[in-house]
């Protein structure tokens, strides 16, 4: 069984959204997917250099959110007046209140745990589970953090935008301190 992550990880592909999970055999949310590159481990074992992902939240057409709904649904909202065409291009989005965008490129403190029916990681917490780093205060090439390190990696607040101390959001019993 695969464990529970925290990690700084890069994103480095965003390959889409999709809203039917296969198991299950049922339309959901629209989620995210892609791909990240894990940068540094602070709980949890992983050996993958570069692992999936999906988070909830996403972009989809309009023809495939309305898969999701009830006839009723789709009918209240006037979709089934609309044409295949313009349901191929229209786009609908559905994010979690409060949460952040996540984008190529950016480094990312994560919350993680192995989804078997999607063979992804899912990031937990919806918008506490993401939160951006402060790349020019973290040092990559460090396999695992310093006390000092905790007090001065750079998160950014999710609800504000200001930078906070790694310290200051990291229980002390998750720190793994060398």
Request: aromatic share 8%.
């Given at each position: 069984?695969?464990?529970?992550?925290?990690?700084?990880?890069?994103?480095?592909?965003?390959?889409g959204?999709?809203?039917?999970?296969?198991?299950t055999?049922?339309?959901?949310?629209?989620?995210?997917?892609?791909?990240?590159?894990?940068?540094?481990?602070?709980?949890?074992d992983?050996k993958?250099?570069?692992?999936?992902?999906?988070?909830?939240?996403?972009?989809?057409t309009?023809?495939?959110?309305?898969?999701?709904?009830?006839?009723?649904?789709?009918?209240k909202?006037?979709?089934?007046?609309?044409s295949?065409?313009?349901?191929?291009?229209?786009?609908?989005?559905?994010?979690?209140?409060?949460?952040i965008?996540?984008?190529?490129?950016?480094?990312?403190?994560?919350?993680?745990?192995?989804?078997?029916?999607?063979?992804?990681?899912s990031?937990?917490?919806?918008?506490?589970?993401?939160?951006?780093?402060?790349?020019?205060?973290?040092?990559l090439?460090?396999?695992?953090?310093?006390?000092?390190?905790f007090?001065?990696?750079?998160?950014?607040?999710?609800?504000?935008?200001?930078?906070?101390?790694?310290?200051?959001?990291?229980?002390?019993?998750?720190?793994?301190?060398k």
């Amino acid at each position: 069984m695969k464990q529970k992550l925290l990690l700084f990880g890069t994103v480095t592909s965003i390959d889409g959204s999709i809203n039917y999970n296969p198991v299950t055999k049922e339309y959901t949310m629209p989620q995210t997917v892609g791909k990240i590159q894990v940068n540094q481990v602070l709980k949890g074992d992983i050996k993958e250099k570069e692992i999936p992902f999906i988070r909830l939240g996403g972009v989809i057409t309009l023809s495939e959110y309305e898969k999701s709904l009830q006839k009723e649904q789709i009918e209240k909202r006037g979709l089934d007046k609309l044409s295949q065409e313009e349901k191929n291009n229209e786009y609908v989005s559905e994010t979690m209140e409060g949460d952040i965008s996540i984008e190529k490129g950016k480094t990312y403190l994560m919350y993680l745990i192995y989804r078997e029916d999607y063979s992804s990681y899912s990031i937990r917490f919806f918008q506490y589970g993401l939160r951006e780093i402060d790349t020019k205060t973290l040092n990559l090439n460090e396999k695992t953090l310093t006390l000092n390190d905790f007090k001065t990696i750079k998160v950014k607040n999710n609800k504000d935008g200001n930078l906070e101390t790694l310290d200051s959001i990291i229980p002390d019993k998750v720190k793994k301190i060398k």
